[in-house]
């Protein structure tokens, strides 16, 4: 028998123990001990209520089983077992388990990213008489409150903690409830919501007399003769279900919202419902429409099926191949006749790409091969969305899912393959919160767990994935042509300040570029113009003194937006009124000063009034279908001209786009961070590749203001590798990944000494640690402050080697708690980013 904090009394039998992960801030996993009867059906994956603290109940899931108790603390013991069976599986706990102490963080944190939160359980302890209680018991004594409880308790069957709590008129009710157990007046229990509701469809049927029985469904029509509307949903029904055909009471019969459908009276139905000819019942359904393959095979030409061989040869003794196939060389296809591979040898098959809602085409591409075997796991699905994909992997419905960076913890159990699409976008990094992963690196992790096959994809490869590609790690494939030889667009490059002297920029819009547009638009093509910045202008600025208006609780200026008329920091999300008068010297004149996506699609309105202008930015796409309409609205040419930020250099493919143009590429080459021309590279060629996937040739206008920068050169002659080999000198001179590893430390706090010191402090720890390394910082971050939080960064780059990297996290992890502990310290926030963006 458990008494309340789950201690017992059997001590005989080999005592067993779990380790399970809780959802709590700890680093570790807590060690319980099985009570005897839960020893045989208890395992890893499963959930179970344990004791947390003095008082705390909690759900966590088992991660371990073994026989060793622990040292540092008597172990309590666990209380129930929830399920039947495991809801996780041991390949799964592996992966959190890797995630948490590669990216330094707690495996509590890796459970809650891994889980839909409808499959988490809140649970919360709840009280009920005890069966055999009686208040006439003439050993009882209660006190006072005892009674008002377990009054309550006579008619309400049960009570949760909070509502014991309000009748009592105390904070703690838990010795009373104590009591109470002790004295078997009442059984506490655990009531657990599953947050997931299965979506319900109402559907109709014959009832038995009717269904069995040819006389009385004569007798009936006779009956209905002068009622001809109810008839006529007699007949519907026996059109829909035919009951000599099947004449089962329990069949499957049809929606009831068909008989509305098709135009037929709600009340007759209504009425033969009452009359008891139908019946009403509820069926679980599934929230994603069905759909059935129906596209072709995949026909691949000569030059897609060789890249397909020689990846499948590379996988005979590699795990991981790169393919870089250049925009347009129909990766897709190559990835379908793969996918239907792997499929047909029995294994699961995972393909990740970097956003979803962007790649419409391609996602319908694949379920018109796949159809409903495909699941696919988009960011903004509800939480009920998730679990149907969840429990369709679970239940083997789908072998294929196509998801974004979270589909990595869905509960596969036997993948073969994983693909990694894109797989230099940014998008696969999380930021925020921890586990702060790099899905396509965890992918590789995972997929080496499983012993399955990992294809990485990629117009640009990321610096990373090539250099081991270079290295020989990882095969590699490329294919250099794209479907169907339609042509790789032709660059321009067109001088901002040329124009300018020569007084031929018009609206920031140079010569060359205004002529291509609108040649594009006499010949009935459509344009893309990107730059990678939304809202009007990035700042407003006094034309007296220079002021910005700026946010009060970050460091950076406020972004103008002129349609709706206010100012926003794009990092706390403040909005203002744009101000009337200059702060500093209150002047009247400011002016909006720089490009944002906004005012660009203003001065295509002045310059080409003529055309049809839409913008795609998050400002423009934030409900669930807003991107898939502007993509629509485009495809089907009603758009001529997309202004819009990096949303539109991802895998659009419509055959109309002939130009263009980069409207400041200079922008993203001046950012200050080492990857920027990587970046830059990559976004300027995925841009440029929507361009000319037919038979029309395409041109690229890049507006820049110093057209010698060397970048160019290579982006003009498509020259990957070339970029690829000058930039990793650059690298490997000043020591940056992919030649070594970063870690970055952010310390935040409100007051801008202590978090100083804390840094401080923590970089003096830091050096103590055996490991060769370079310790940059403290530094203030890029921005210095946000959300009222001051921000030093600590840089630390360390050796490739794996093993002294885990060396280093451990010893990491200590120091950060160290400081922590110190008392000035307590509120200082360290987060730590491995392999920071
Ligand atoms: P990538 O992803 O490599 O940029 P896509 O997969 O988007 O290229 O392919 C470019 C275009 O060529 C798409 O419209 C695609 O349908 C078409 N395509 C590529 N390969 C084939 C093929 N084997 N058969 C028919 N169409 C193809
Ligand atoms: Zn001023
Ligand atoms: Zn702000």
Redesign the pocket.
Known sequence: MLDLFGHTSEENNPVWYADVILPVPIPKMFTYRIPTDLVKSLGIGFRVIVPFGSKKIVTGIVGKVHQKPPTAYDAKQILDQLDNEAVVNALQIKFWDWMASYYCCNLGEVMNAALPSGLKISSESKIQLHPHFSLEDPGLVLDKRELVILEALADKDELDMQQCADLLGVKSVHPIIKSLVAKEAVLLFEQMKEKYSPKKEVRIRMCARFAKDKKELEGLFLELKSKPKQEQVLLKYLQEVPIYQRPETNGPGMQKAGIKEAGLSQSSLHTLIKNGVFEEFQVIISRFEEISSSDKE????TT?QEATREIKHHFADKQTVLLH?????????IYVSLIQEALASGSQVLLLLPEIALTT??VS?LLGVFGSKMGVFHSKYSDNERVEVWQGVLSGKYDFVVGVRSSLFLPFSSLGLIIV?EEHENSYKQYDPAPRFQARDSAIMLAWLHQAKVLL?S?TPSFESYQNAILGKYGLVQ?QE???N?ELPHYLLANINEDRRKNLLKLDMTRLLRERIQEALNRQEQVLLFQNRRGYSPFLSCEECGWTPSCERCDVSLTYHQYSEEVRCHYCGFKDQPPKVCGACGHSKISAVGLGTERIEETIGLLFPEARVARMDLDTTRSKYGYQRILEEFAARNIDILVGTQMISK?L?FDGVTVVGVMDADRMLYYPDFRSGERAFQMITQVA?RAG?RDKPGTVILQTRKPDHSIFEYILKGDYVGFFRTEMQERRRFFYPPWVKNIRITVKHKDRGTAEQAARLLVELLKDIPVKKIVLGPEKGLIGRIKDLHILEILVKLERSSQKQAVFKQALLEKVLEVGFEKPFRSVRMIIDVDPA
């Open positions: 995949p026909v691949l030409t897609q196939g250049i925009t347009g060389s129909g990766k897709t296809e085409h391609m591409r699409d994809g117009a294919v794209r479907y169907g339609a895998g493919d590749g996937r």
